[in-house]
DNA sequence: CAAACGGTTCGACGGCGGTCGAAGTGTTCC
DNA sequence: GGAACACTTCGACCGCCGTCGAACCGTTTG
């Protein structure tokens, strides 16, 4: 549906928000009303598009986020250089501000284990200070598994940090496991030894 | 790229983050390896895959977690019924074995407040039999936040329906919460009464 | 070295689908 | 009522691109 030329071009268009009648849309897309006709149908048989019929002119516009969110995620694609040092990513790296790769899937499932105590442990302290939700999910990419975000995610990065844990490398969203890390991991985070090859 | 359905075929069955050679590939895609050597090379100029080439055998994995995301935002693209039933989904459905909805998200933070002993208290009881993952999350699309899925999802949701906290509605994905529920979803779980209404 | 195998290139085929002209329906406005 | 207009349907055309057979290259294995 979005990979046809025309119908991308109608759907950028409408990237605003606001909506749009087909003749304009059948202008934005440089074909005529017939074609735009056309895709205008397509589009909201798969539940792009909604539209509303105001007397003779019916006016589209996207269905929802979900389409927008769609649209901004793919323009991302194929930005940036290529990642030859991937590999280097996978174990640890920071996601925004918080923790992510193997280390961070592995922090995520100790502290759902029933019983934990760990962010009493590290004394965590959650600053309720702004609208964030405490709690949110990235699924890792690497992993396919859900690591943790959020003001928690947030404030268990700052803590592996500050307390030297782990160490960042400059340009880069890299993190180093330190020997004191390691041993910490392990033994308050109930981390496997093996994770760490 | 992804509008192909061999593409997509492809790209899908890496979506969970290993890698694979060219001609497991093909085979998931069903078509031949020439085919399925056409659509890796153009899957590779845009950026959506990357390879790394061990030996006679090429493996391939997605290029990142744009792609990911950009798929998984793709997927959620008209889903989900119309707007007339929606409202009453809303507040609480099952997903799969686990619940969703507001009160979904709602019990998924309070999983997530230091200090809880939310599984304790419940006497929740984890099979460890499986190799399902102990916590996945889902994205709940009323939401848009996430709610906890996975073994421990699926443990809670049989909890509150065995102890008749909640009760399902047939031929529904629909939950009800009983007086009973309500009142310990409050005083067990710490949710706010408000949620109720 | 020969055989097997993964991956690639080339060329030919065929179908799906985007395109527009022409014509049809319904609405608005004078 | 009639003209202008927004949108749609129909039909025919045509080009792009996915597909596979055959042949080719490079690595691995015995």
Same mark, same amino acid.
């Given at each position: 549906?979005? %990979?046809?030329?025309?119908?991308?071009?109608?759907? #950028?268009?409408?990237?605003?928000?606001?909506?749009?009648?087909? !003749?304009?849309?059948?202008?934005?897309?440089?074909?005529?009303? *017939?074609? %735009?006709?056309?895709?205008?149908?397509?589009?909201?048989?798969?539940? +792009?598009?909604?539209?509303?019929?105001?007397?003779?002119? !019916? &006016?589209?516009?996207?269905?929802?986020?979900?389409?927008?969110? %769609?649209?901004?995620?793919?323009?991302? +694609?194929?930005? @940036?250089?290529?990642?030859?040092?991937?590999?280097?990513?996978?174990?640890?790296?920071?996601? &925004?501000?918080?923790? $992510?790769? *193997?280390?961070?899937?592995?922090?995520?499932? *100790?502290?759902?284990?029933?019983?934990?105590?760990?962010?009493?442990?590290?004394?965590?302290?959650?600053?309720?200070?702004?609208?964030?939700?405490?709690?949110?999910?990235?699924?890792?990419?690497?992993?396919?598994?859900?690591?943790? $975000? @959020?003001?928690?995610?947030?404030?268990?990065?700052?803590?592996?940090?500050?307390?030297?844990?782990?160490? /960042?490398?400059?340009?880069?969203?890299?993190?180093?496991?330190?020997?004191?890390?390691?041993?910490?991991?392990?033994?308050? #985070?109930?981390?496997?030894? /093996?994770?760490?090859?």
């Amino acid at each position: 549906m979005l %990979a046809e030329p025309s119908r991308a071009a109608m759907v #950028l268009a409408l990237m605003d928000g606001r909506s749009r009648n087909a !003749k304009k849309l059948a202008l934005d897309a440089g074909v005529t009303p *017939q074609t %735009a006709s056309a895709h205008l149908k397509k589009l909201l048989r798969s539940r +792009i598009l909604v539209c509303e019929g105001r007397g003779r002119s !019916k &006016y589209f516009s996207l269905a929802g986020a979900e389409v927008a969110l %769609a649209v901004e995620a793919l323009s991302e +694609i194929g930005r @940036g250089p290529l990642p030859a040092a991937a590999r280097e990513l996978r174990f640890a790296r920071c996601c &925004y501000d918080h923790l $992510a790769g *193997q280390l961070g899937v592995t922090v995520t499932e *100790q502290l759902f284990r029933p019983g934990n105590t760990i962010l009493e442990d590290l004394k965590i302290r959650i600053p309720d200070t702004s609208r964030r939700p405490l709690f949110r999910c990235c699924t890792d990419w690497t992993e396919r598994r859900p690591h943790v $975000a @959020g003001a928690v995610g947030a404030a268990l990065l700052r803590h592996f940090k500050t307390e030297g844990w782990l160490a /960042t490398v400059r340009e880069s969203r890299k993190l180093v496991v330190t020997p004191r890390g390691r041993e910490l991991f392990v033994r308050v #985070l109930g981390v496997e030894e /093996t994770i760490f090859r």
